[in-house]
């Protein structure tokens, strides 16, 4: 059993463990990105538990255990989890989503239906974690492929809410100029 005990109390001095057994401040930019990481996670959790196309969903649902994996690289320094078979597997599937849909002559309000809307928040959380990886990979060596995926995760993202909108009838949100 890995985590047999919960409360350690190790944290109470403001620090937390990584993977290799060092400790950092738990407001180190290591540690905000792996944050960032983990409510992203959380976000994509919170849209699988919509109704949602089961191709939406099998896909989510992938990415949910690679972000896992992602985390586990941010969490244990010089140790890579993401490659580039992933990023090209998140492009592939952001141009087959993308095939399927009319082309965009206005950008998109996040909303239309609950799903979307939700696919829409997690877009915006992922480019967070993107934003938080890259302020880390300013001072620590990260590999390319976890940034590309992030990037990838956000295109696609936003391509799956406007999928679930359109599964839904639902209208886009178009913006209208003032």
């Known amino acids: 059993m890995r985590l047999s005990k919960i409360t350690t109390r190790t944290g109470d001095d403001g620090t937390t463990g990584l993977a290799d057994g060092s400790r950092l401040s738990k ?22 538990a919509e109704e949602l196309p089961q191709a939406v969903r099998d896909c989510l649902a992938a990415s949910q255990h690679e972000l896992f994996d992602l985390g586990g690289e941010l969490a244990w320094p010089g140790h890579d989890a993401i490659n580039s078979e992933q990023v090209a597997r998140l492009e592939a599937l952001t141009g087959a989503f993308n095939a399927e849909l009319p082309p965009l002559k206005e950008f998109v309000l996040p909303g239309g239906c609950k799903a979307a809307a939700l696919c829409h928040v997690a877009r915006t959380v992922c480019r967070r974690a993107e934003r938080a990886c890259v302020g880390l990979g300013q001072t620590e060596t990260l590999s390319p492929a976890l940034l590309q995926y992030l990037n990838r995760l956000s295109d696609l993202l936003f391509v799956l809410s406007r999928v679930i909108n359109r599964s839904e009838g639902r209208d886009e949100i178009i913006w209208q100029r003032r």
């Open 27 to 48: 407001n180190s930019p290591r540690i905000e990105a792996i944050g960032a990481v983990d409510e992203l996670n959380s976000q994509i959790g919170l849209l699988l």
